[in-house]
């Protein structure tokens, strides 16, 4: 199996990148990003490119990979601009998907991360997201806009492409050890922001869930679209209640505005679609991709209650180092003759 | 680090998929995480249990709910609960929610209009209280996948917005959704009769333009505002004496599960439907010899 892995400088990307290499099947794993990856990295390559990946269908050609595994699909609106999200989203899907059934390639599956973002979050919503339902009212949000873009473009892919496998995966929202979301930024906050008057029903996704699902689809043919969240909800006030903090009320009405001030003051930058989900939530049928055969380690609740002890235990004895990507350091390890790799 | 992974998981989904029997009181002291505890949609026991100490005296006392056939309500599996529906914001949905609670100890699931959802508290309390919106997926899903009984109403908004001079004359039950989710759930439909919701809270009057100011299905002026004052007359009750008549219940000979159901089979089964209810409410106001007393 040789793979292509976009987003290699994303948590996701180097983090799935990681799990590919201890696997013996997988021959081959390249990386691009415009950023260096966030792990250390045994054996995947890694190419610089920018955000659109115009570079890509050079790359599927030269590489002959048989899998693209894309994480590079940013969800989260507070680190990327709007215009930017547009760009690395649509544009980077369109180039992606352009190599991949371009003349001379050897690609035969695609596996893409993808948000739960697609359904939206709306008063009227039916309470568990089935992958065939549609959103019950137009995205607004770029983030929202860009990622039901991306899906309409893999709809139309897999109708021109039968050849190639896509499975498209919709997250839940992700807390962990690790990984940075909105979520775990509120829930890390001393007073939790929530909307006043509302408590309502979310899911999260446990960031090794996520790796695991990643490589399920790319190990196995699942193609299709599939949810992937803990089994299960929470309320909004059970999970502050979780990680034991205080919330903060936002007013119901003019609620954006009051997001304001908190983003200027640097307190915590809300985006639009977190906050409709403060208000309504959202739920997600997660059968599908069960039957398809994968094996959740942790429930929504069970979710939220490692996230909790990560971080009483964080409190105790702080955060470790983030890992910094050196090239030097990396060559040397990768080409030198002093390194000694073991048999295997 | 984190939580073992490999420690068992408490799928959270099965715990709220079973038919679960509302539990009398347990004696041991639960704990605030535990009695805030809410199932997957949203209804909190602890809530519903408070809801229905304080409405008992109202059920018991001041409607004074009469039920026959209540033998035909299941005890277990999925079931679709239909009625009549009527005043100006009903009495029938509480009524019938509290009454299959207490004497059957099965939890009711009620499908309503998703107006409530958008207020801040009430939206809240509502989904506590045992309200989800009424989509045919959360219907499909609470019948088949959890086996609950789930109550729907299905003229909507068109019964309860009637003046009082149209009191129980059932309106068109909706575009027959209500079948076809029963069908593909492969679920039994209960109708019941219900006589006393039009006298508890009718409407006099109605402005079709104050409505649509407010974005409401309707704005009444109310019988009740007359007696309690322009507020609490959109909240209490007259007390018309409630009876509630339950059928059998009604199977359909489809295969469950399909996508689809013919258009005509589907609405040929709520006309039916609705006129067999209309049949037993105006047989209810045949023996009904005072609005009061019953």
Redesign the interface.
Known sequence: MRILVTGLGTFWGSRIAQALEQQPEVDLVVGVDTREPRLPLTRTEFVKADASYAILRRMVRATQVDTVLHTHLEADSTRVSGRRLHEVNVIGTMNLLAAAAAEGSSVRKIVLKTSTLVYGSNFDDPYFFRETARRTHPATTPVERSLVEVDALVRDFVDDHPEIAVTSMRFANVLGDDVTTVFSRMLRMPIVPEVLGYDPRLQFVHEDDVTRALAHATAHEVPGTFNVAGPGIITWGEACRAVARRRLALPPVFTGAARVPLRLARVIDIPPEVLSLLRYGRGVDTTAFVDAGFEYRYTTPATVEAFAQARRLERVVGTPPAYEYERDVEAFFRNSRAVVHPEG | ???S?EKP?????DD?GATAAIAPAPDEELT??EL???D???RSEAVRALARTLYEPVYRHWLRAEWEGLEHVPLEGGALLIANHGGAIPSDAPVVMHGIETELLRPVYGLAE?LF????????LWSRAGG??A????AY?LLHDDGQLVLVFPEGTKATGKLVRDRYQLRRFGRGGFVEIAMRAGVPIVPMAIVGNEEAMPILWKSARIAKLLGLPYFPITANQFVYGPVLGYVLPLPAKFRIRVLPPITFDVEPGLPRYNRGMVMEQAERIRSLVQTEVDDLLRDRRSVWRG
């Open positions: 680090m984190a939580a992974p998981l408490r799928l959270v989904g709220a605030l995480d805030l505890r809410v997957a949609w949203g998703n959802r958008q207020l801040p508290v009430l939206g809240t989800v919106p989509h045919p997926d959360n899903r």
